[in-house]
């Protein structure tokens, strides 16, 4: 405040002639300030969230102010931030990271492994049937050589199976498809009466299969129509109301009055 002496002067002068002057101001006036900014910072923990708040304190050039009113302006400017932060404790702990649905849960993990696909009873696709019914087959013509008491020749036609197999897992075009090479050898080995019986067995299988396929559809069609008319007879009887033997119907065309 040195270098302007004659600022105090005239200050203090104005103060002693001004009528409104009052010692208290006085005591708690401040000079000419320069002007100065203050930032803070203060952490709180609340309920396993932290909160940092700055604050960002500036005070301007104020002429007789007393302390109360400076202490409001300057909280009038305060700026405060709030930044919510995870709580952090001593040990590193690494978060367990959960894929979406359908994504594999490691790396050499398949989804189609994981999830199986919905399996019909019944099937509607010729290859599949054919494949099914193929196999019925060799179970009827291994049970055949059974009654026949043939060990020697049942297990020799399981080998000659299972070799089929193997060769058309190997690629090998000459057992491919499987079905026609495993007839081709199995049928020279096991004969001709052994495998048109077997065929016979077979029809007779599916034709019965069939059978009862229709009779469980018919029974379920069955079923859902009863279900159907005694819905709607409960319906037609809560629409009749009371169970008296006047006819609304009647009366709205003879232009008689409904019963009260």
């Not at 700055?54 to 009038?76: H, L």
Request: proline share 6%.
């Amino acid at each position: 405040m040195s270098s302007f002496p004659h600022t105090k002067d005239c200050i203090k002068s104005s103060a002693r002639n001004s009528d409104s002057y009052n010692p208290a101001s006085r005591r708690g006036s401040s000079q000419v300030s320069v002007k100065e900014e203050k930032r803070t910072c203060s952490v709180e923990t609340n309920g396993g969230t932290q909160t940092v708040r700055i604050y960002k304190q500036s005070s301007q050039n104020m002429k007789f102010t007393s302390p109360s009113v400076e202490n409001a302006r300057i909280a009038m400017r305060e700026v405060s931030i709030s930044v919510r932060l995870p709580e952090c404790n001593s040990s590193t702990v690494t978060p367990h990271i959960v894929p979406p649905d359908g994504l594999p849960q490691h790396v050499g993990d398949n989804p189609s492994r994981r999830v199986a696909a919905p399996v019909s009873p019944y099937t509607d696709s010729p290859v599949t049937q054919e494949r099914e019914n193929f196999l019925i087959f060799i179970k009827i013509l291994f049970r055949i050589l059974d009654d026949a008491e043939e060990p020697h020749t049942k297990r020799k036609a399981k080998q000659i199976v299972l070799e089929c197999r193997r060769k058309n897992q190997q690629g090998d075009p000459l057992y491919h498809p499987l079905m026609d090479a495993v007839e081709s050898r199995l049928r020279r080995f096991v004969g001709e009466a052994s495998w048109r019986r077997a065929h016979l067995y077979l029809n007779h299988y599916i034709s019965t299969r069939r059978q009862a396929r229709n009779n469980q559809n018919a029974r379920k069609n069955q079923n859902a129509r009863k279900n159907q008319n005694a819905s709607q007879s409960e319906a037609n009887s809560n629409v009749g109301g009371s169970s008296s033997s006047y006819d609304a119907r009647q009366a709205l065309t003879t232009g008689d009055r409904l019963p009260r």
